[in-house]
């Protein structure tokens, strides 16, 4: 005896049809006789590809489109090719997977005839009838026939088959919330949901759903769209991973392919920084990007500072640039707007902030209203539009070396040589005690997506004093004892969950470690390390990914960072006084750019906002704004400076700088 309202039938009615759609809610046999279109707004589709609505004919601009297919496909004679690759030359692809996706594409767009004649010249149906009637089975709501198919679709693997039914049970279970058929969905709760081995949390919340009073209260807490949205077919495409490929095409798999064609060119475009175009990619040439739009020319020179400008920090919004010397200030500059009259924009100083010690960490808030600048002992609070400090903080007893700002605005962290790391409040009070941290904190940064703080420093040996005598000494090989030599300093990159605060990486490092970066997608750490090395960390498989050499670093801090399109570049500064610029996925050297003057490059800092711009300081006390050769002037002598991509893009009779740098 079969429970009441245990399978649904009556599967909501919607007025909404249209010839082209998803091949992936098509069917071979006639649709119900009632007329009615399916659930979730798709029409049934016959064996042709045809959209059937009614008698089994979609009418479109007085034609009918299914007898229009199905009579022309009669009287197309099959072609009998030799063979199963797609060409003799090329083994690698094969014909029958090719056409099917073809069929497939040129259903989804709707060349419903072109799709009929295929099939019929070829012999290759997209899918096979059992494919097209589970599809069909998911549309109409027949849950236990889509259950019972799911074997017959080659779904084999026991996990595999709990979980695909788990789904269909799962949307049964809140179409019949939403139709408010609560006996019956917990009916489905309790006999079919709950055997298939749920996790109590998942099985906790769905059953929490019970509790809605209204179906629209039902959708927004399930983030569902309801039986008569796309919910259906987006099972339909939860689905397919569980259905082998080569039975039950994936949606869409032609254009997919494309977009990872498109993703490989552009990965292996060297020189690639430009967003996508808003048009789309051209399918008839390969992708690849010139010098052009890369940022490898000196636009503007700051000279303000009277000792080594040491690190830059970036506003939000990309429009002002702070500066930090040993000459105990940090400089607040801001650019002028682009026009077309001067597409090199103006720079001024707008505030020099004075410290009775060298600034050696920054960070801006979100709104760029407040600076914070680390130094020995304490960090300051400046009001970043007036050039007045706010608050000091005095919470480290050695140099604060890390400042982050929470992207929620909620407050910052602050990290040290003294081996805190604190989180602070907007205003400047002091929250907590985040945690100690095993090392000395050299620099610290948190991920793009708020989940973990990475840190790098130096794990001080204990004093000769405190260790123990197995720790200082050991028996000789004469039985004699002999002091062990002292142990060396530990360098390592930590990784703390945020939520739990739990250091869940701690990579050991030969030699100092100078500077830390993030990319955006959060996926990898940049790690510079004395000597010269430069190294990529994949933060979740906690490995070593790439290493890129060159530039030289020795005895000074050289703050290195990812920059351009979709963090594509590495930049670096170097001891020789050049700037040194990768392509992050292929450790290709692509610039050594020279201009600046003797002494070390200490930071290259990339704008938030142009993937255009970067700026770089150096102990010859400048600053250096880099920018691509399309914005200079058009004449000969620009377009040479461009290509040779040295020092000054705009200079007087006597050779000196014109920057606008107003002091």
């Excluded at 090719?81 to 003799?88: A, H, M």
């Excluded at 692509?590 to 255009?612: F, I, K, T």
């Amino acid at each position: 005896m079969r429970y009441p309202g245990a399978e649904q039938t009556d599967s909501p009615t919607l007025h909404e049809a249209a010839i082209a759609g998803p091949s992936s809610v098509g069917i071979n046999h006639p649709p119900p006789s009632n007329g009615h279109l399916n659930g979730n707004g798709f029409t049934s589709i016959i064996t042709n590809g045809a959209a059937a609505v009614g008698n089994g004919v979609q009418k479109h601009n007085g034609h009918s489109k299914q007898a229009s297919a199905a009579s022309h496909s009669l009287s197309i004679a099959r072609v009998m090719l030799p063979g199963t690759s797609l060409y003799d030359d090329d083994r690698d692809v094969d014909r029958e997977e090719f056409v099917r996706l073809v069929i497939q594409s040129l259903r989804d767009v709707g060349y419903i005839e072109s799709a009929a004649t295929l099939e019929a010249e070829s012999g290759y149906a997209m899918e096979s009838p059992e494919v097209a009637e589970f599809r069909q089975y998911i549309m109409e709501a027949r849950w236990s026939k889509a259950e019972n198919a799911l074997q017959r679709l080659g779904v084999r693997d026991h996990e595999g088959l709990l979980d695909a039914r788990f789904l269909i049970s799962q949307q049964k279970y809140l179409e019949l919330l939403e139709a408010q058929r609560t006996t019956d969905a917990l009916h489905v709760l309790r006999n079919e949901l709950a055997p298939l081995d749920v996790e109590s949390e998942q099985l906790h919340m769905l059953s929490s759903l019970m509790m809605c009073s209204e179906p629209e209260d039902l959708r927004q807490r399930a983030g569902w769209d309801g039986a008569a949205g796309h919910s259906r077919r987006m099972l339909l495409d939860s689905l397919h991973r569980y259905i082998p490929p080569s039975i039950m095409v994936p949606p869409r798999r032609f254009s997919t392919l494309l977009h990872q064609a498109n993703a490989y060119q552009r990965q292996q475009c060297v020189y690639h920084n430009i967003p996508s175009s808003p048009t789309g990619f051209s399918l008839f040439a390969d992708h690849q990007c010139d010098k052009t739009g890369f940022p490898r020319v000196t636009t503007t020179i700051l000279e303000v500072h009277a000792d080594q400008v040491w690190m830059l920090e970036w506003s939000r919004d990309g429009n002002f640039l702070a500066s930090a010397s040993s000459d105990k200030s940090v400089i607040i500059w801001g650019i002028g707007p682009e026009t077309e009259a001067t597409p090199i924009r103006e720079w001024e100083k707008r505030h020099m902030l004075n410290h009775p010690y060298p600034v050696i960490s920054m960070a801006w808030s979100l709104d760029d209203s407040i600076l914070l600048a680390g130094t020995e002992h304490h960090i300051k609070m400046w009001n970043a539009k007036t050039g007045v400090c706010i608050r000091t903080l005095e919470e480290h007893s050695e140099p604060v070396t890390a400042l982050v700002w929470l992207p929620d605005d909620s407050g910052f962290f602050s990290a040290g040589m003294d081996f805190k790391i604190v989180l602070w409040n907007p205003d400047g009070s002091r929250r907590e005690m985040w945690t100690m941290s095993p090392v000395r904190v050299a620099n610290m940064v948190l991920t793009p997506d708020c989940t973990r703080l990475v840190a790098i420093g130096m794990k001080a040996p204990l004093p000769m004093e405190s260790r123990t005598e197995g720790e200082s000494a050991g028996p000789g090989a004469n039985g004699g004892v002999v002091s062990s030599p002292p142990p060396k300093d530990e360098h390592r990159l930590l990784v703390f969950d945020i939520a739990s605060k739990r250091n869940e990486i701690s990579i050991l490092f030969e030699g100092e470690l100078t500077s830390l970066s993030v990319s955006q997608n959060s996926q990898y750490a940049l790690v510079s390390r004395s000597p010269d090395d430069i190294q990529l960390w994949d933060l979740s498989l906690g490995r070593l990914v790439r290493k890129y050499t060159g530039q030289r670093q020795s005895k000074d801090i050289i703050r290195s960072c990812f920059g351009g399109f979709e963090s594509n570049f590495v930049v670096s500064g170097s001891e020789d006084g050049n700037v040194y610029v990768w392509h992050r996925d292929t450790g290709v050297l692509l610039e050594v750019l020279e201009g600046h003057g003797d002494g070390s490059v200490n930071c290259v800092a990339w704008n938030p906002r142009n993937e255009r711009m970067f700026a770089s300081c150096s102990d010859d006390r400048t600053i250096r704004i880099w920018e691509s050769p399309d914005i200079l002037p058009d004449s000969p002598a620009a377009a040479e400076h461009a290509v040779k991509g040295k020092g000054k893009t705009r200079q007087r009779d006597d050779g000196a700088d014109a920057s606008s740098t107003r002091t």
